[in-house]
């Protein structure tokens, strides 16, 4: 990536004000839009880039899109086909006017598209773990107000920007090394982009339960913060298991010729 995790942390940031029609890809859309109204809302089989499913302007064809630029089709025949295609788009209409070449640092770069491409696949692996970027249903959060310790919040900002400063310490190396031992062992036999669509379905589910089912009042309204943060045990969760999902997406089948081997 040119770049450690860390480092890049910014990347949305910077592509969202160099390039605002890139935005929409760190949310979820598909027609008809997913909600917790629906029955068995943590089903999946819907997500997919037939044009029917999910755009090519999601988050999900994001994650799909940026994938195939680094998987090898001979190490990709050793994984069983997904029951329900992905139907990964060939392009992303979204880049049509940005600088794949450019990592927006004004440094030259070798292999600059493979570290562009491998930016964005990390930083939507950490948003595909924002439960609240997958249901756009009261505009992804945004119009559901809460007061929580006197300050008001609207739902989407207490989870974007007044969490993540609650997180608590980074588990132990020893402890990530046996929890990414575990969780490999329930992944390593399927393709990423059908593992982007299970990781959907849990987050969803956390979605419907845990943040809108302890407060759920139809409409835009005021909720008191307690309820709000019902839910909000599932943050440091979802951070965790975010960097290893990050680990195993980077331990892809990938192709050596793509990175200039």
Not at 41 to 69: P, V, W, Y
């Amino acid at each position: 990536m040119h770049s450690d995790v860390a480092s890049a942390a910014s990347w949305e940031k910077v592509m969202t004000s160099k390039y605002p029609e890139t935005e929409k890809l760190h949310w979820h859309h598909q027609k008809p839009e997913w909600t917790c109204g629906q029955r068995d809302a943590q089903k999946t089989e819907h997500i997919r880039c037939n044009g029917k499913g999910a755009e090519d302007g999601s988050m999900f064809c994001a994650l799909a899109f940026f994938f195939s630029h680094f998987a090898d089709e001979m190490l990709l025949k050793e994984y069983p086909e997904p029951k329900v295609p992905i139907d990964t788009p060939k392009k992303i209409p979204a880049f049509d006017k940005v600088n794949v070449d450019d990592l927006a640092d004004g440094q030259p770069r070798k292999n600059a598209r493979a570290a562009f491409y491998l930016r964005w696949l990390t930083t939507l692996v950490g948003d595909l773990h924002q439960p609240l970027h997958w249901l756009a249903e009261n505009s992804f959060g945004a119009d559901v107000k809460i007061v929580y310790q006197g300050q008001e919040h609207s739902l989407l900002s207490f989870w974007e920007e007044h969490l993540p400063k609650k997180l608590p310490e980074i588990p132990s190396m020893t402890m990530l090394d046996l929890e990414y031992k575990a969780q490999y062992h329930q992944w390593g036999h399927r393709l990423p982009p059908e593992l982007f669509r299970q990781w959907a379905g849990e987050m969803a589910d956390k979605v419907c339960n845990e943040i809108y089912g302890p407060m759920y009042v139809p409409g835009p309204k005021f909720v008191e913060g307690s309820r709000a943060c019902a839910g909000s045990c599932t943050m440091p969760t979802s951070v965790f298991m975010s960097g290893l999902k990050v680990s195993k997406v980077a331990c892809l089948p990938a192709s050596p010729s793509y990175f200039g081997v």
